[in-house]
């Protein structure tokens, strides 16, 4: 039995291992590196040693790389997708659409660690967005991974039920 793919999992399958390292690993290295070194610097308070550096880099990096991740997926899967009828149902949507989601807390980070957002917060302040941020992007990341790993049928009931 051939299993149908979301465009999330077909993205990350084409072209290996080049669409995997690009739209997955970089991104997730990065935010893993982000999350463990936050855990550290929310345990110890230490907010100037070697891994908040390391914190405050990945997260200025990860936030930028995906801004050019969202806009080249955006321009050349999202909108041709949409325009042409092309979504395999629900779970492809949500899918690319919570991976998309990420731009959010990962630009959020980045805009917080160059100062453009959260100026007068105090630096308890800062690692509490900051913690939230790391927070929101696993969840979303975590529902794209989920639904994107999903037979797309499933949703739409494509597989002899009925049609939803």
């Not at 084409?14 to 690993?25: E, S, Y």
């Not at 345990?43 to 790389?65: C, D, P």
């Not at 980070?109 to 992007?137: N, P, Q, T």
């Not at 529902?143 to 597989?159: E, Q, V």
């Amino acid at each position: 039995m051939d299993m149908k793919m979301t465009h999330y999992m077909q993205l990350l399958a084409d072209n290996q291992p080049w669409n995997l390292i690009i739209f997955m690993a970089i991104p997730v290295i990065l935010a893993e590196t982000i999350a463990v070194s936050e855990l550290f610097i929310l345990f110890s308070r230490n907010l100037t040693g070697g891994l908040r550096k390391l914190n405050k880099v990945a997260s200025i990096i990860v936030g930028f790389y995906f801004t050019g991740i969202f806009i080249y997926l955006f321009k050349n899967a999202v909108i041709p997708l949409t325009v042409n009828g092309e979504w395999r149902g629900p779970a492809d949507v949500i899918a690319v659409g919570f991976y998309l989601a990420g731009i959010i807390p990962l630009l959020g980070m980045s805009l917080l660690e160059i100062g453009v957002i959260g100026r007068k917060r105090d630096e308890e302040g800062k690692l509490k967005l900051h913690a939230i941020f790391v927070g929101i992007f696993l969840i979303v990341a975590h529902i794209a991974m989920i639904f994107g790993m999903l037979n797309p049928d499933i949703l739409t009931m494509n597989h002899g039920g009925m049609k939803m």
